[in-house]
C-alpha cells in the first residue's frame, strides 16, 4: 500500500469504525500541529518577528487543519496570518475560518510572487496546502503557484503531515520540518530536514497494530513526540 | 445573570458567533477535563489501583465531555471505566461512546449501590453527569441516583465544570476539585476543595472581555491553569 493509500484507510478506519467526525479529527490534528511548532520554534527564544507564522491553507481536509493549527497558534501567543489560495465550499472549511477571522487573525488576499517579501515579514511557513493523497501536479492553479512559491522561501517550511509528497518527486516541496500522523516508512528514508514529529497518539492502539504503525513513547499529556 | 445562564450565553455566543462546533467544543473540553486530572493526580505518584477512574456520564453534553475525558485518560495511560446512568439519544453521544468501546474502555451496566465497593475498587471519580444549567431536582431518576451514591463516596471526586451547582445547595456534590470554564464568581466563595483548574484557554479574546471572564495565564502549551 502506498503512503497515500495508506493514509486514507487509516482515516476512513477512523471515521467509519471508531466513528471519530470530521470537526473532532481536525481540531485533534490542529492541535497537535501547533504543538510541534512550539516544540521546534520555542516562543522563548524567538524575537518578535520570528513569532508570526504564515500559514497557507488548501481548499481541502489539510487546509482545515491548517486553520485550527492557526487557531491554536494564536493561542500560545505566536503571530498567525492567513493565506488560502483556493475557495472552499467545505462548511467545516468555513466555520474554522470564521473562527480565525472573529479572533482577528489576518487573512492574505494575495501571496506575494516576490519571495523576499514574505521571507522578510515572516518567522516560519505552515504549508497545509496539500492533503497526503494530493499530489503536485493534481492541484489546481492557485495552489500550484502557492506552492511553487513556497518552495523558494529561505525561511523554516513546517508542513503538516504530507510526509508522503515529501520526497516523492523532485517537485515536491522540502520542508525543514515534518510532522507525521502514521510514521510512514516511505518518507523517513527522504526527509533530510531539522525535525521529525510524530503527533497520532489519540490512535487507539488496536489501529495501531493494524496498520503496523510505530508510534513513539509520548511523555505526560504530549500530543506529539520527535523523532 | 446567573451562573448557569452565563455558562449558557457563553456557549451560545461560542456556537453561534464563532462558529465552534458542538463536537469541536466537547473534544477541547474532554481533552483539557483529562490534563487537569493529570496535573491533580499525577500518573507518577499513583499506584496501580489509583490509576482507576470511575466516569459518570449524564446524557446530555456534560455526559459527551466526560466520554471524550476518559478516552484521553487512557491516552494519557490512566484506567478509566464508565458508567451511563440514563441513555442519551444524541448521536454525539453515541459516536463517543462507540470510540470508549472499540478501545476497550468497560462500561459498568450498574453502579453499586454500596459506595465501599466503588471506593475500594476506583483511585477517583469524574462526575460528568449534569450540566452547568440542570439542577439535581430537575434530573431525571437514575441521574439522580447515580449523583446521591457519589455524593456518600469517599474517594476523590473530580467534577468537570459544574461550577453552578458545587455549592448552590446542601445536596449538591461536593467535589474534590474543580474544573471551571469561566471561573464564576459564585462557585469560588463556596468551594472548599483542594484544587480549582480553569480550562478554556481556547476562549477567544473578544468573549473573555465581553464575558468579564478573568482567567489566568498559561504555561507554555498548557490548557489548564491551577487558581
Same mark, same amino acid.
Request: hydrophobic fraction near 40%.
Given at each position: 500500500?502506498? $503512503?497515500?493509500?495508506? #493514509?486514507?484507510?487509516?482515516?476512513?478506519?477512523?471515521?467509519?469504525?471508531?466513528?471519530?467526525?470530521?470537526?473532532?479529527?481536525?481540531?485533534?490534528? +490542529?492541535?497537535?500541529?501547533?504543538?510541534?511548532?512550539?516544540?521546534?520554534? *520555542?516562543?522563548?527564544? !524567538?524575537?518578535?518577528?520570528?513569532?508570526?507564522?504564515?500559514?497557507?491553507?488548501?481548499?481541502?481536509?489539510? +487546509?482545515?487543519? $491548517?486553520?485550527?493549527?492557526?487557531?491554536? !497558534?494564536?493561542?500560545?501567543?505566536?503571530?498567525?496570518?492567513?493565506?488560502?489560495?483556493?475557495?472552499?465550499?467545505?462548511? !467545516?472549511?468555513?466555520?474554522?475560518?470564521?473562527?480565525?477571522?472573529?479572533?482577528?487573525?489576518?487573512?492574505?488576499?494575495?501571496?506575494?510572487?516576490?519571495?523576499?517579501?514574505?521571507?522578510?515579514?515572516? $518567522?516560519?511557513?505552515?504549508?497545509?496546502?496539500?492533503?497526503? $493523497?494530493?499530489?503536485?501536479?493534481?492541484? %489546481? /492553479? *492557485?495552489?500550484?503557484?502557492?506552492? #511553487?512559491?513556497?518552495?523558494?522561501?529561505?525561511?523554516?517550511?513546517?508542513?503538516?503531515?504530507?510526509?508522503?509528497?515529501? /520526497?516523492?518527486?523532485?517537485?515536491?516541496?522540502?520542508?525543514?520540518?515534518?510532522?507525521? !500522523?502514521?510514521? *510512514?516508512?516511505?518518507?523517513?528514508?527522504?526527509?533530510? /530536514?531539522?525535525?521529525?514529529?510524530?503527533? %497520532?497518539?489519540?490512535?487507539?492502539?488496536?489501529?495501531?497494530?493494524?496498520?503496523?504503525?510505530?508510534? *513513539?513513547?509520548?511523555? /505526560?499529556?504530549?500530543?506529539?513526540?520527535?523523532?
Amino acid at each position: 500500500m502506498s $503512503g497515500a493509500s495508506e #493514509a486514507a484507510a487509516l482515516e476512513r478506519e477512523l471515521l467509519d469504525e471508531y466513528r471519530f467526525g470530521r470537526q473532532q479529527l481536525v481540531e485533534i490534528c +490542529g492541535h497537535a500541529s501547533a504543538v510541534a511548532v512550539t516544540k521546534a520554534f *520555542p516562543l522563548p527564544s !524567538l524575537s518578535r518577528k520570528q513569532r508570526t507564522v504564515l500559514v497557507v491553507c488548501g481548499p481541502e481536509q489539510n +487546509g482545515a487543519v $491548517g486553520l485550527a493549527c492557526a487557531r491554536h !497558534l494564536r493561542v500560545f501567543e505566536y503571530q498567525p496570518s492567513i493565506f488560502c489560495p483556493a475557495h472552499s465550499a467545505d462548511a !467545516l472549511h468555513r466555520d474554522l475560518t470564521t473562527q480565525c477571522e472573529k479572533m482577528d487573525i489576518p487573512f492574505l488576499s494575495f501571496l506575494p510572487a516576490e519571495v523576499r517579501l514574505i521571507d522578510d515579514a515572516y $518567522g516560519l511557513v505552515v504549508d497545509a496546502v496539500l492533503g497526503p $493523497g494530493v499530489r503536485l501536479a493534481e492541484a %489546481g /492553479g *492557485p495552489c500550484a503557484r502557492a506552492l #511553487a512559491t513556497l518552495k523558494r522561501l529561505s525561511i523554516p517550511l513546517f508542513p503538516r503531515w504530507d510526509a508522503e509528497t515529501g /520526497g516523492d518527486t523532485k517537485d515536491a516541496v522540502q520542508p525543514d520540518v515534518l510532522v507525521s !500522523l502514521a510514521a *510512514p516508512k516511505s518518507c523517513a528514508s527522504h526527509f533530510s /530536514g531539522r525535525h521529525h514529529f510524530v503527533a %497520532g497518539r489519540f490512535v487507539p492502539d488496536d489501529v495501531r497494530r493494524k496498520f503496523g504503525l510505530h508510534l *513513539p513513547k509520548y511523555t /505526560g499529556t504530549d500530543c506529539v513526540a520527535s523523532l
